[in-house]
């Protein structure tokens, strides 16, 4: 049966008879310069030790211009530290690519989006010189929206199927379940479960079990603000529910509100007008944004607590925020944000950071 036969008022808990839901058993160098010649019309010398010197520092520079992804800690940042934790050379191409940090900070995976031709991937681990480039899924259309670790250190992707490679001897993936390919996946706390989402006209999501590899789809719930634009799906804290935006029409966020489901029950358990989803946050709130833009803090019942005026991105684990501002004369400033104690810290960092699974932040540069 359709999600809108299961879905009642606003704020009302309701259970869809009828509805598809997993089944509860299955719950879910140095520096140098070269100067210029005293006497420029002079004709040019012959090589020797010096000009061996110059090539020999040129290619030290090239060398120190390796990309690395850097990974530091949020307490330190707070307190004005900005050396990283540990660092990994990073491909040519990170910049253009996605990266999931393993959860011990032990390895790294580079891979391309969805919107990408390429299939390969780059993996490196603590110590190693360099990335090592890993062959993609040979049953691979495109790129990925998710890649990551699971529990046991098995290695995931997520594109049209979902792919696992038990280790880093094994020379290739093995295809787990087609699943469509997905703009958005979000794994659920324990990672046994993975949410996924693309555009459609039905607002249809699935859900993926990666101990029995079942697939379950859903239809009615989370249908995009706008036409071809992507969706953020969270999990709550206790892996029960998963939120999602829905909207009316596809124009403008007109219309939009948080929709939160029980896929292992069905049925819609509660709706937030006026918000289209960010995150779950760890403490149980949600995470929501207004057109303006403003990030707004709520409770699941709805019942605001903070706003700021920007665009935010939760710590996966603790009480922090990235907020990006944008400010007049200034540009766009990012600060870290205890939401504890809403004290609010500037970052100065050399590019745009990201935060790893265990709350952490990344940069590439």
């Known amino acids: 049966m359709k999600w809108f036969r299961c879905i009642g008022i606003a704020l009302v808990l309701l259970v869809g008879a009828g509805c598809s839901a997993i089944p509860k058993d299955q719950s879910p160098g140095p520096d140098y310069s070269l100067s210029e010649m005293e006497n420029p019309a002079a004709a040019e010398p012959a090589r020797g030790p010096t000009d061996q010197g110059k090539e020999e520092a040129l ?4 060398q120190d211009r390796t990309r690395y992804l850097r990974i530091y800690s949020v307490e330190k940042l707070a307190r004005g530290t900005s050396q990283p934790e540990v660092s990994f050379p990073a491909p040519e191409e990170a910049p253009a690519l996605r990266v999931a940090v393993h959860p011990h900070n032990t390895a790294a995976m580079f891979y391309p989006t969805i919107w990408d031709q390429g299939t390969d991937i780059y993996l490196i681990q603590a110590g190693q010189g360099s990335p090592e480039r890993i062959p993609g899924p040979r049953d691979a ?8 670790w699971l529990p046991d250190g ?3 992707l997520v594109g049209d199927k979902v792919w696992v490679r038990q280790g880093d001897g ?3 993936w093995t295809a787990q379940a087609e699943v469509g390919l997905a703009w958005t996946a979000a794994l659920s706390p324990n990672r046994r479960y993975l949410a996924l989402w693309a555009p459609n006209a039905r607002g249809e999501f699935s859900v993926y079990d990666f101990r029995t590899h079942q697939v379950w789809r859903f239809e009615g719930p989370f249908r995009p603000c706008a036409e071809d634009a992507g969706m953020a799906l969270a999990w709550s804290p206790d892996g029960q529910y998963l939120a999602g935006t829905d909207c009316d029409r596809e124009v403008s966020g007109q219309g939009a509100r948080i929709r939160i489901v029980d896929p292992f029950h069905g ?7 006026g918000l289209t989803l960010e995150s ?3 403490d149980g709130r949600l995470l929501g944004l207004r057109p303006e833009p403003e990030l707004v803090i709520v409770d699941p019942e709805g019942r605001e607590h903070e706003r700021w005026r920007g665009y935010g991105s939760p710590s996966p684990n603790g009480p922090f925020l990235l907020l990006w501002e944008r400010e007049l004369f200034a540009g766009e400033k990012v600060y870290l944000v205890d939401l504890e ?7 100065h960092l050399p590019e745009r950071p990201r935060w790893t699974e265990n709350g952490d932040i990344a940069v590439i540069n």
């Open 59 to 62: 290619e030290q520079d090239d």
């Open 141 to 148: 259309k495109a790129g990925y929206a998710l890649g990551g």
């Open 154 to 156: 098995t290695s995931f």
């Open 170 to 172: 094994e020379p290739g």
């Open 267 to 273: 049925g819609t358990i509660r709706t937030i007008e």
């Open 280 to 282: 779950w946050l760890p």
């Open 341 to 347: 104690t809403r004290a609010r810290y500037p970052l």
